[in-house]
């Protein structure tokens, strides 16, 4: 089972910051968070990762609280085709397995 | 880069029919992972292979699910015979060893 914690689904107002946050509190040492998003009928999309610095690509940004027990992932100017299902997820990367949850639905809209 | 490339996109059969879904990794990738959709379930893992060997099947649902990997560039999930509620959609997904997985297309497998 999946063992990070997201809202349901949110709303974004196009053009505004979409800010997603997911909660990791029994993540161990060497467990990064992931965060992927699957647009409809569409394959999961990698986002981003990180350990326990911030991290930014073309994409979005993660902070990661200094206690590594929750993130946010930020989308800085959220479009319509940001419209998504997003996936928070624990992972140790030489286990081999991302365990998806049931993530947030996203709607941004006009 | 052509990215997982999962064949065929569509798959429609008939019940106690055999079924193979095919997938090429992305070059130089050593993992590659075969996961499963549906409603009820969510995304599910099956099977994944490091260095084209099986690693952990734990998640193959029965006997009827069979999976290989015969290069590092191609892998099959066969399922014989299908059945009604193997109906779902089937990705593909590849990484190098502990990095982030990257997803095929998937197939949309719909058994009557």
């Not at chain 1, 800010?19 to 394959?43: A, D, F, K, M």
């Not at chain 1, 419209?83 to 997820?89: E, F, G, H, L, Q």
């Amino acid at each position: 089972d999946a063992k990070t914690t997201q809202p349901t689904s949110m709303d974004c107002a196009e053009g505004r910051a979409a800010n997603l946050p997911c909660n990791h509190s029994t993540i161990s040492g060497n467990e990064y968070v992931y965060w992927y998003r699957q647009i409809h009928s569409q394959g999961p999309q990698y986002i981003i990762h990180g350990l326990k610095n911030n991290e930014t690509n073309e994409m979005a940004s993660l902070i990661i609280t200094e206690d590594r027990k929750s993130s946010t992932l930020i989308l800085p100017h959220a479009t319509l085709r940001d419209t998504a299902v997003y996936y928070c997820i624990e992972y140790g990367g030489s286990q081999g397995n991302l365990i998806f949850g049931k993530g947030t639905k996203l709607s941004v809209k006009p | 880069d052509a990215g997982v490339i999962q064949s065929p996109r569509h798959e429609v059969t008939e019940m106690g029919q055999e079924v193979t879904l095919r997938c090429k990794p992305i070059s130089g990738h050593n993992s590659l992972f075969w996961y499963r959709q549906t409603m009820m379930r969510g995304l599910e893992l099956l099977i994944y292979f490091n260095n084209n060997v099986p690693i952990d099947d734990s998640g193959m649902p029965e006997d009827r699910f069979s999976a290989k990997m015969p290069n590092a560039s191609f892998s099959t999930l066969k399922i014989q015979p299908s059945e009604p509620r193997d109906s779902a959609v089937y990705f593909c997904a590849s990484s190098l060893i502990g990095g982030p997985l990257l997803f095929g297309s998937g197939t949309r497998l719909t058994v009557v």
